[in-house]
């Protein structure tokens, strides 16, 4: 279900399950404004993972849960070879 509206704009997804549309254009807009931060934060979110994704690709490293490759990274001790 995810796949046939990823990527799609709302007018696409109506089109698609034959939705039909009861907003004004003046509340379509509104709502859209009003929501620009969860764009926003998904986009951010993407870009993250996309990150983290490309970090483990490049050291060969098998992230099962990228969320947790940081919480692992601050398990490391640093230890100074300048004493």
């Keep these: 279900m995810a796949d046939m509206i990823k990527g799609k704009t709302p007018e696409e997804i ?3 399950f034959n939705i039909k549309n009861d907003f004004t254009p003046k509340e379509e807009e509104e709502a859209r404004r009003e929501n620009a931060w969860l764009l926003a934060l998904t ?3 993407f870009l993250v993972d996309v990150t983290v994704e490309g970090t ?7 992230v099962d849960n990228p969320s947790n490759a940081s919480k692992d990274e601050e398990k490391v001790k640093h230890v100074s070879l300048e004493e």
């Design 43 to 45: 986009i951010l979110a």
């Design 56 to 62: 483990a690709e490049q050291h060969n490293i098998t």
């Design 14 to 16: 109506r089109k698609t």
